[in-house]
């Protein structure tokens, strides 16, 4: 596995593996890599020849209030990840390589960026389109692979590489859990041991709902009602959003005979978390 810090020695090998005819993978991250990025990694080398593994923490999609500065990086321990699962080649470049000081272009996507994540988050989701455009410019990739756990994110870049023409396959992967339940993610390393415990309520909440659903239960308020309930019994967890949309267009729906997204976020002390679910009628 080798890793290239430039634009210039990422495309000289875009070019060479081309040139051999391989199918290229790409999983773009942020680092601070987990189980729910070795799946994504692992998945990737399965199904094509050639793996990259972006890492970068893009500063163009954090808020001004939010943990960029804070954000953990730690590209010798991501390295030993990525190479684990079967990435050929790490592309991690600095702020300056991505971004000119007077860049003036962006990717911004309407509608499916307003509510959920973009409603508390405004400028996230331009943020995310922009650099995840620019690394499919940089990685000319057959197939890119994102985590569900974002689902918005994910919805919205389907679209996006729809709308744009991007030539590429955009493959979602399951969201990859703890042993109780605790949906891995980056940002669980701030949690202490009691707020650890407390986030359990999120998947607890989850699965209340999918319980109702699974009764047979059409009616998307009382589903937010009885997640509400399960996650105020909670004294660490301050609810964010609640929402239940449609799940290819995020708009919101008031009974449930379609596809449909349950997706919620709720902080845990001053860590902010996200989980969702997926439930096809
Ligand atoms: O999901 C993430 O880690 C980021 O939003 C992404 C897609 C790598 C863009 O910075």
């Known amino acids: 596995m080798i890793t290239v ?6 495309r000289n090998q875009m070019k060479s593996w ?9 999983v773009p991250t942020m680092g601070s890599l987990h189980e729910g990025h070795a799946s994504l990694i692992n998945r990737a080398s399965k199904e094509n020849e050639k793996v990259v593994v972006s890492i970068f923490v893009n500063p163009i999609q954090f808020g001004p209030n939010e943990d960029l500065s804070s954000y953990p990086r730690d590209l010798d321990k991501d390295s030993i990840l990525c190479e684990k699962a079967g990435a050929h080649l790490i592309f991690a ?3 300056s390589e991505m971004y000119y000081t007077d860049m003036v272009t962006g990717v911004s996507v309407q509608g499916l960026t307003t509510g959920l994540c973009g409603a508390k988050r405004p400028g996230h989701f331009n943020g995310v389109c922009t650099v995840v455009s620019k690394l ?3 990685i000319p990739a057959d197939k890119a692979y ?10 919205i870049i389907k679209r996006m590489v729809r709308d744009l023409n991007f030539d590429i396959e955009i493959i979602g992967c399951p969201i990859v859990r703890e ?6 993610s ?22 209340k709902g999918k319980e109702l659903l699974s009764s047979g239960e059409k009616s998307t308020e009382l589903l ?3 997640i509400r309930n399960v996650l105020q019994n909670e004294v660490l967890a301050k609810i964010d959003y609640i929402e239940v949309v449609d799940a290819m267009s995020l708009n919101d729906v008031e009974l449930v005979n379609k596809p449909i997204l349950i997706a919620i976020a709720v902080f845990i002390g001053k860590t902010r978390l996200i989980d969702n679910f997926i439930w096809e009628a």
């Open 224 to 226: 937010k009602k009885i």
């Open 5 to 10: 810090k430039t634009i210039e020695e990422a």
């Open 146 to 155: 994102f985590g569900e756990k974002d689902a918005q994110q994910l919805a």
């Open 186 to 207: 980056s940002r669980n390393a701030y949690l202490s041991s009691k707020e650890r415990q407390a986030a359990l309520v999120l998947n607890r909440s989850l699965t």
């Open 93 to 95: 470049p600095e702020t």
């Open 179 to 184: 042993d109780d339940g605790l949906a891995k």
């Open 136 to 138: 499919f410019n940089i």
């Open 18 to 26: 081309k040139k051999e005819g391989y199918s290229i993978a790409l």
